[in-house]
């Protein structure tokens, strides 16, 4: 019986901690900036997003964040719901060392890995929270038809051992998600032909 209550005890414990973690976190976080280029046949978008103080401030405590970026293509139907046609997902960790004084970013977007390190949070979350001119596929692939692309930002809560996170099903395991849509744009494969 020992047992069995001091499960339940931390169980309890891990429980309020989270949903204490949940309160705190607020949804000041937002995208900013999200646009669109053709260069060439070539579509690339560029977003930017302003995460909220607790972000920086976890980071200036030591603590590490994932920001997971989605950037995908849709195509717009009158009746049916919107397809997706493409995307791109960009994960972005940030693991900060507070006696150093130093951030290092790390940014994944398909088997491209780029590391940089950072002495000031201002250059350090200009870099992680934007992404400048990427590539989505050339427009001669794509169907005549109206598009746009949205852009969905989120970063998880801590990783719960999964037993937990089955027990506690309704506790948030992501500390913000937001989503942003482009404006609609034709794309008619005819016209576009050289």
């Known amino acids: 019986m020992p047992n069995k209550k001091a499960f339940i005890i931390i169980l309890s414990v891990l429980f309020l901690s989270e949903l204490l973690a949940f309160m705190k976190t607020g949804s000041a976080a937002e995208i ?32 590490s964040k994932e920001i997971t970026f989605y950037i995908d293509l849709f195509r717009v139907w009158n009746i049916w719901p919107d397809e997706f046609v493409l995307g791109q997902k960009i994960i972005t960790t940030v693991k900060s060392n507070p006696i150093k004084r130093e951030y290092i970013a790390t940014r994944v977007n398909g088997n491209t890995s780029t590391e940089k390190r950072f002495t000031d949070t ?8 934007t992404l400048s001119d990427i590539k989505l596929t050339n427009i001669k692939e794509l169907e005549a038809g109206v598009y746009y692309i949205k852009v969905n930002v989120e970063s998880r809560i801590r990783k719960l051992p999964p037993v937990i996170g089955y027990l506690f099903f309704f506790v948030p395991d992501k500390e913000f998600s937001i989503t942003k849509n482009s404006q609609t744009f034709q794309i008619n494969s005819k016209e576009n032909q050289p």
């Open 122 to 129: 201002e250059s350090m979350m200009n870099w992680t929270m």
């Open 32 to 63: 900013v900036d999200l646009s669109f280029r053709l260069s060439n046949n070539e579509l690339f978008a560029s977003t930017s997003m302003k995460p909220e103080q607790k972000v920086i401030d976890d980071l200036n405590e030591g603590l």
